[in-house]
């Protein structure tokens, strides 16, 4: 079946610019989660959403980031007024909820450079 | 102190050679995966491995959570078995994100 897509898969953005990344989750996966890799990095986990539960914001490194589910499906993950250091790959993942344990499936990413 | 360790950083094999990659997790992570990151970034998904041990062709896993440690076992390794591997695994705080190792950077030579 369908994986995990994500849109763009570039964006090159000048300075002070505001960018919409978007995630398509596999269907029927109730668990939405955003990443970053900065260069030669492991992933930083930014933003957890899970069904109709308040999502977990912890990893956002700032307030110019937010981002939103819609439907329990598509999400969108916005940067207000990028910076160069917002330069990495997006990722984004998403899983079931079971109360055993869940794999987490993530799609190709969306390389975002802030020039 | 650091949750996920992993080793070695960088590991060149020659064509054919067997590894193994070594995961160790504090003892606030649990359910371990393994991922193979791709030449072109795609993360892909080798095993979800809480415990025991796992095959996949020539891949194994094995996972000793009472000992906080995860194996990978790449066996007659191959030239597309290049790219970086991660483990990661779940908080045990309730927040529902994976914590992710710095990986090990594999090339195989042919």
């Known amino acids: 079946g369908a994986g995990v897509s994500q849109s763009p898969s570039n964006k090159v953005t000048e300075k002070g610019k505001d960018v919409e990344l978007r995630c398509d989750p596999i269907?029927?996966?109730?668990?939405l989660y955003w990443y970053r890799q900065s260069l030669g990095q492991g992933l930083e986990f930014l933003i957890y959403?899970?069904?109709?539960?308040?999502?977990?914001k912890s990893g956002l490194p700032s307030d110019r980031f937010s981002a939103e589910r819609t439907g329990g499906s598509v999400s969108t993950l916005t940067i207000q007024r990028t910076q160069q250091e917002d330069s990495a790959v997006y990722l984004c993942?998403?899983?079931?909820?079971?109360?055993?344990?869940?794999?987490?499936?993530f799609g190709p990413g969306t390389r975002l450079t802030v020039t | 102190g650091i949750q996920v360790e992993q080793s070695p950083p960088d590991l060149i094999l020659q064509e054919g050679a067997n590894s193994t990659l070594r995961c160790n997790f504090s003892?606030?992570?649990?359910?371990l995966q393994w991922f193979h990151q791709n030449p072109w970034g795609q993360l892909i998904n080798l095993f979800y491995?809480?415990?025991g041990t796992k095959q996949n062709g020539r891949l194994s896993a094995t996972t000793v959570a009472t000992e906080r440690y995860s194996l990978l076992y790449i066996s007659s390794s191959q030239t597309t078995d290049s790219g970086v591997y991660f483990c990661?695994?779940?908080?045990?705080?309730?927040?529902?994100?994976?914590?992710f190792g710095t990986g090990t950077r594999l090339l195989v030579s042919p």
């Open positions: 990661a695994g779940y908080m045990n705080t309730g927040f529902q994100k994976l914590v």
């Open positions: 959403f899970q069904g109709n539960s308040a999502p977990d």
């Open positions: 269907s029927g996966h109730t668990a």
């Open positions: 003892d606030s992570v649990n359910n």
């Open positions: 491995i809480p415990s």
């Open positions: 993942a998403s899983s079931l909820y079971l109360a055993e344990g869940y794999e987490q499936y």
